[in-house]
């Protein structure tokens, strides 16, 4: 996939979400991939004045390169939508309910796909009982690169009931999802959209050094081992790249995604449940779509003017081919 016309391109990154690091350094990585592949780019490090400078830049296209909210939640979106300009990932009904847990439950398990049970709890209730047996998992309803999660088992320092003065999301949120705690395996699958339709690339396993991969393990070099493909039963990772494709699919999602896994392998394909869907997945050196891509044959470079191609299919702008 090549772009059949040098563009203005501009990559939206940073904001003020608590992935703000993350998001600039995707952003310079994308920046500097179209920049060598001889496009013009205007970075724009996103503030309350974003509207403005992205009329001011006209570009033909935006790489969205933000993570979090208000960058992955329709936010962005709907007011990129209002401007009339064309940007690379999902838009604004898929970003609203891929970000939200318990929405995008709603969403897939009705077609078959599995994900954890649980409930959405008051942080306050969790100073009074457990909402679920223990061990459990804590998540905030939309975060993502796993910001905020708390395990809490029978040997964690919370103190059961959780104390108040521990610390743990629920000092900074008001609502938390509650999931079953699955044992296992962590793998991910990504999905791009190519001239002739979505594919799943293929499946990591994450393996962290210590502890669960959290936000550190995720961005921090030297902290998970990265195997890809994973060494997998061919039906679990049939599975995952069937649910990945179709998670995608069912969400509505554009340009490329990534979808989360735990496995215990005890269980067989009974034991693979989805955790979530990325619409906006990390564009860093570290980040799994790119050493996804790489794994298939596709550089850097190809992977961002591929995102950008299939944006330029859904608005109906010239520039692209396959």
């Known amino acids: 996939m090549t772009l059949d016309r040098k563009l203005h391109v501009a990559v939206l990154m940073g904001g003020w979400a608590n992935e703000r690091p993350v998001s600039l350094m995707s952003g310079a990585g994308v920046a500097e991939a179209l920049e060598q592949r001889g496009h013009r780019v205007t970075r ?36 990129m939508d209002l401007m009339g300009l064309a ?23 009705p077609h078959g796909i599995p994900m954890p049970g ?14 679920l047996p223990r061990p459990y998992v804590l998540k905030p309803v939309n975060e993502g690169s796993s910001v905020g999660v708390a395990i809490v088992t029978d040997a964690s320092n919370y103190a059961n009931p959780i104390a108040r003065d521990a610390m743990g999301p629920w000092q900074e949120f008001a609502e938390l999802l509650a999931e079953p705690y699955i044992k296992g395996r962590e793998m991910t699958a ?20 210590s502890g669960f991969y959290d936000f550190d393990a995720k961005y921090t070099d030297g902290l998970t081992e990265h195997v890809c493909p994973a060494d997998l039963p061919g039906r679990i990772a049939d599975l995952c790249l069937d649910y990945a494709l179709r998670a995608h699919k069912l969400l509505g ?23 979530e869907t990325n619409t906006q997945p990390g564009m860093t050196p570290l980040s799994l779509v790119p050493e996804q891509a790489r794994h298939i044959g596709m550089d850097y470079g190809i992977l961002v003017e591929t995102i950008i191609a299939a944006a330029l299919r859904h608005f109906g702008r010239e520039g692209a081919h396959g």
């Open 190 to 209: 990504a999905v791009v959209d190519f001239a002739d339709g979505a594919r799943a690339l293929a499946v990591t396993e994450l393996i962290p050094k």
């Open 44 to 79: 724009i490090d996103m503030d309350r004045q974003v509207a403005a400078r992205l009329a001011e830049a006209a570009p033909d296209v935006v790489f969205n390169a933000l993570h979090g909210v208000p960058g992955e939640d329709g936010t962005v979106q709907g007011l």
């Open 87 to 109: 940007y690379t990932h999902s838009g604004l009904a898929t970003s609203v309910i891929a970000i939200d847990k318990q929405l995008t439950k709603n969403a897939l398990v």
């Open 253 to 275: 999602c554009r340009g490329c995604s990534r979808t989360d896994f735990r496995w215990d392998e005890e269980l067989g394909e009974d034991g693979l449940f989805v955790l």
């Open 118 to 131: 649980g409930r959405i709890v008051r942080s306050e209730e969790l100073f009074e009982r457990d909402p």
